[in-house]
């Protein structure tokens, strides 16, 4: 090669994955090692009430409660379909609210996270990144994404890029054309939470028992703590969590919804103590198996890596809607479980393309300004582009937040 062609080809060599405004998803692109991934850090959390208000305290975390005695692979029977006509209260789905619970976290924050150089501070919120882990599940998945695209409105303000989902169209009609049968899951998802979950390490009544007998040091027995399966599921509750991780040269401020904490877990400190929960049909044959093992194990994985947490509990329900099992899967144990497989996935790919994804919002990203918001876009089968827009209508920062920041 002659150093003719070497300064042609350089730009392209250097840069695979970018042209000057898009970034490509094909997975073969970011095979590799994994990328430097500080494990999270809690910071903080904070509750969404049964109106899906805000408060600043743990009221809404559960706790991981199974059945007495309950083996892996046990049957429990619980009916997840149970309750569904009379004690469902459902989120309004119609309402947006982008950012809003982590704006008001770090609002009233503001001193756990800001740079204090002589003379001012020099970033109110000293993080490269804030977002829900949500939207970064999905950017993990994307290079094995082959159904549903995204839209991600970002804002460059003070320092910190701020990472906030749009609803596409395509998700827009397929939530309004939801099927029964569909609805009915997404309540199963919640409604095994709830037998799996009790509101306080002995049940809530118990926990007043257990204060009166402190004592006499006795702790009651273990009827109380049974989860309450006959209360309403209200999907506006949430537990979050809020925690520091760095991914490379990127910090991030993440935050998630935490199903529940492990009274029982050798370390009681956050994330390492939480558990996610999971439903998933029955798996009955080889085939079954694989797609498990393709499509859920990789969004599973994705989502509890993002916030270290240790522990995945699995409820297989059968086609009656009875969990039929249950089994506990180690989040750090799940790339094993699918390596070698045909048409598998790598969680490195996943965290290479956050990795770069993150490096291109740099990149295009420069304008410091609370009212722009650059809208990324990507489908399936292409590349990520981005349009750039000032209308109010795209704004992800409200007015009251730039105003705290300033
Ligand atoms: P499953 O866990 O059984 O899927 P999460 O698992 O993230 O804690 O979410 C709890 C439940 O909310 C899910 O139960 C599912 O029923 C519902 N849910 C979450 N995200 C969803 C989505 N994108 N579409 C449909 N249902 C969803
Ligand atoms: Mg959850
Ligand atoms: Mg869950």
Known sequence: RGPDQNSLSSPIAKCPFMSCSSLKTLHSLYQGSFPFYR????????????????????????????????????????????GYESHYVRRNEEEKEGLLHILTWLEKNQSVLGTHVEGGSKRPIDRDFVTWRGHLTKLLCTPYETQEGWLLAVTLFKGTFYISERETEAARKKREERTQEQERLMYSGYKFESYICADG???????????????????????????????????????????????????????????????????????????????????????????????????????????????????????????????????????HLVRGERNSWDPAVCMNFCNKFLSHIKAVVTKDDPRLVYLFAWEPGSDVTFTV??????????????KAMN
């Open 39 to 82: 494990l999270p850090s809690e910071v903080g959390h904070f509750s969404l009430d049964e109106n899906r208000q805000y408060h600043q305290d743990n009221r809404k975390l559960r706790y991981y409660s199974p059945p007495v005695g309950i083996r892996k692979k046990d049957s429990p029977g619980w009916n997840v379909m149970d």
């Open 201 to 335: 390490p002995y049940g809530s009544d118990q926990m007043d028992i257990l204060q009166d007998n402190l004592k006499l040091r006795t702790v009651p027995d273990s009827p109380d703590r049974q989860p309450s399966q006959s209360a309403v599921v209200n999907t506006n509750e949430a537990y979050c969590s809020v925690l520091l991780a760095r991914l490379t040269s990127h910090s991030l401020l993440i935050s998630g919804e935490v199903d529940c904490t492990d009274p029982s877990a050798k370390s009681s400190i956050p994330p390492s103590s939480y558990i996610e929960l999971k439903t998933s049909a029955q798996i009955r044959n080889p085939h079954q198996q694989r797609s498990f093992n393709r499509y859920k194990l990789l969004k599973w994985w994705c989502q509890s890596f993002l916030l270290g947490i240790p522990i995945i509990v699995a409820g297989f329900r059968s086609q009656e809607g009875k969990i039929v099992s249950l089994e506990t899967f180690k989040t750090s144990d799940i790339p």
């Open 389 to 402: 827009h000032n209308d109010p209508e795209y704004t992800i920062l409200p007015s009251w937040y730039v």
